[in-house]
């Protein structure tokens, strides 16, 4: 078992970034999940990747459900932890478990039994695309259990410094995914040749083999699991604490996942190739906006062990290191998506209208990285407090504004690319907010010298 990394002692720099690297390295692995399936994917047609684009709006909506128990768990076992008193974290990682399996058993009924009604929503062009991308949901949905639990093992592994784990489980999975994908879409050897549907089964495998990694060392923890009965009914209100904290971010993910099929829907009014382009342009996009989320995970359990343990200097200084190393790598991929878009394009797809338009899509994106990911950043500061709400209000009004942007400057000259824009243009604003707002609360804690009193349930 890796040791865990400590996060009330010792140097704020090295505690926070031997906690971040592996997140982000793991970050990373997980956007070479996607990006690995869209390699291959491209290499069939453009088609293939609108049928993948349009499907994976809802595996983003089950990301955005999984944080409830994700990230609530995280943020409560963290606090306890930092008040040591492992058998309390232990309750809420329990429930975390508990509430995960009872959202994962819905969501998935509804993307299965209702695959036709929800692809049907983008009005796709081609019947064809319509009926791979609702393949790749229904296959993609049987193994949301997975994904639902790799997140809370993830959030409770981060919560307990114990990010390594989190990047070894990742990477045996990215492999196994790595393998799987060419045998499984173009069928070699004795694997028949599915297509768009042998990439959904690959990646609902690789998923299976990161729970089965997580399983193990759980099983060779010490402090948290062994404490974790998950046959035994969870506390009322320990439920009630995770959906304080997991719900509003819980709400701004999926609401961001809504807006973003509605954005979906009106680019397709450019045709199969602008979704296919969009698609593309979001997973090279990813290089920056996962890494930053992975980077938060890690600012946020810093931030909540110390808040337990009341330590607010280590916040302040761990806040700032934070904003120093996220403002640097956003930086680099600012330059990455400005001035390299082409080359980033082309490794994924050939054709020449989704090249074109793929290329402004980044460019376009390019310009809002810093902000964005001071966004994410001091989201991740916010919720370590306990306190999801600012970032959830600043995020889901900034969204909100995205469909009249879209609707009004793809209306002029800008066309297409207004609606890239819009997404730009408020990522901006969030990223100004978000970032603004936490600075204030953490001149005001600095000049009380207190942070409020955490709602540990006991």
């Known amino acids: ?27 990373l692995i997980q956007m070479a999940y996607n990006m690995t399936d869209m390699i291959w994917i491209g290499r069939l047609s453009a088609d293939a990747v609108a049928a993948v684009g349009a499907a994976g709006m809802y595996l983003w909506l089950a990301n955005g459900l999984a944080m409830i128990p994700r990230l609530g768990g995280q943020v409560k076992v963290a606090h306890e932890l930092g008040a040591q008193d492992p ?14 399996a009872l959202l994962v058993v819905l969501f998935t009924a509804m993307c299965v039994f209702l695959n036709g009604p929800l692809i049907a929503f983008f009005k796709l062009n081609s019947p064809q695309v319509n009926a791979d991308a609702r393949i790749y949901l229904v296959i993609v949905a049987l193994g ?15 919560a307990m410094g114990g990010s390594v784990v989190v990047l070894r489980s990742t990477a045996v999975g990215l492999v196994g995914n790595i393998l799987l994908d060419p045998l ?78 509605l ?52 916040i302040r200084r761990g806040y700032w290191t934070a904003v120093g190393m996220i403002v640097a790598w956003s930086c680099l991929t600012t330059v990455m998506l400005v001035v390299f878009p082409a080359p980033l394009v082309r490794v994924f797809i050939q054709e020449e209208e989704v090249v074109r338009t793929g290329v402004s899509y980044l460019r376009i994106m390019g310009y809002s990285q810093i902000l964005m990911c001071l966004e994410i950043t001091s989201s991740g500061a916010f919720q370590g ?62 000049r009380d010298g207190d942070l409020g009193t955490p709602q540990f349930v006991r």
């Not at 690789?206 to 062994?226: C, D, G, K, S, Y």
């Not at 959906?243 to 701004?252: A, E, N, T």
């Not at 999801?388 to 209000?393: A, C, E, G, K």
């Open 385 to 446: 407090l306990g306190r999801p709400m600012p970032p959830t209000l600043a995020g889901v009004i900034g969204n909100a504004a995205r469909i009249p942007m879209a609707i009004l400057l793809s209306a002029t000259v800008l066309g297409l690319d207004g609606v890239w824009w819009s997404i730009s243009i408020s990522s901006i604003a969030k990223g100004l907010v978000v970032f603004a707002w936490f600075v204030v609360v953490l001149r005001r804690c600095t």
């Open 87 to 100: 058998e309390c974290a232990a309750g809420y990682g329990q429930a975390a478990f508990h509430l995960g």
């Open 144 to 158: 949301f259990l997975f994904s639902f639990f790799n997140q809370i093992f993830t959030g409770l592994f981060t």
């Open 184 to 261: 499984m879409i173009f069928g070699v050897g004795p694997f028949p040749r599915m297509e768009v549907a042998g990439a959904a089964a690959a990646t609902v495998l690789a998923q299976a083999i990161v729970t089965a990694m997580f399983l193990l060392a759980a099983r060779r923890e010490t402090i948290l699991f062994p404490h974790i009965h998950p046959f035994r009914p969870s506390q009322r209100r320990t439920w009630l604490e995770l959906l304080r904290i997991g719900l509003p971010v819980s709400i701004q993910s999926m609401f961001f996942s809504s807006l973003s099929m």
């Open 263 to 314: 954005i979906a829907r009106i680019v397709a009014g450019w045709g199969d190739a602008a979704i296919a382009a969009q698609k593309v342009g979001t997973q090279i996009e990813s290089i920056s906006y996962t890494t930053a989320e992975g980077f938060a995970t890690a600012v946020n359990a810093f931030i909540a062990q110390n808040f337990g343990a009341r330590r607010l200097d280590r």
């Open 1 to 27: 078992m890796a040791r865990n990394v400590d996060l009330l002692e010792g140097s704020i720099v090295g505690g926070l970034t031997s906690l971040a690297l592996p997140i982000m390295a793991t970050s």
